[in-house]
Structure formats: C-alpha cells, structure tokens
C-alpha cells in the first residue's frame, strides 16, 4: 500500500466536474474544492483564500489557478500558493485520475505558516 492509498477516497468522475469549474466536499469541518482544468487536470484545494478565507471554488478557473471572487486574488492549483505580489497559501490535497474517476488524498498539504 503506497501513500496515496491509505486515505485515498472516490469522490465521483471527471464528468461530476465542469471544465473551469469545481464541487466542494466535506472532511469533517473542513471544505474542500475540486477543480477541473480546461484540459481536464484534477486539483484540490481547502475552499478557502488565504487572504480574506473567500470560497475558492465559486472563482474563476483558468492557466492553472484560480481567482477568488472577494478580491481576486490568483491562487495556483498545484501549489495552493497566491500568484504575483500577494503572499499566503491555502492547503492542497492530492488527487489521482483513473479511468475517469476521481481518487481524493484526505491527508492535507499544510499551506506554509
């Protein structure tokens, strides 16, 4: 059993998700984002902006990042990390794609205090 697998969940398929888009889940108090790319890369965020906590799954999605809609700040897909002059990061999860179906990692990649 790799580490992927051992808090790996289903969460539904690809087509749950619309390009551009994203679907929220809970993990206990915390809100997760999953977000679809226009070339169909998975990701998955906390649903949270490091800024001013606004809900990252109800922004835009485009170039790998996502815009927050309070106060547009563009936070990167990958790393979670704001882009350009802002500064702060939201947690990431890891997420595999297999044969159209979405595996999410429930165990967090604390953003950087």
Not at 36 to 59: M, W
Request: hydrophobic share 35%; proline share 4%.
């Amino acid at each position: 059993m790799n580490a992927m697998s051992a808090n790996r969940v289903a969460i539904g398929t690809i087509d749950d998700i619309p390009r551009r888009g994203a679907r929220c889940m809970k993990n206990g108090d915390m809100t997760i984002a999953v977000f679809r790319t226009v070339d169909d890369r998975i990701f998955a965020l906390e649903d949270k902006c490091p800024h001013r906590n606004g809900p990252l799954s109800q922004g835009i999605v485009h170039d790998g990042c996502v815009t927050c809609p309070l106060h547009n700040w563009v936070i990167s897909l990958e790393t979670g990390t704001a882009q350009g002059a802002d500064e702060g990061s939201t947690n990431t999860f890891p997420v595999r794609l297999e044969d159209g179906r979405i595996y999410l990692d429930l165990t967090c990649n604390f953003a950087a205090a």
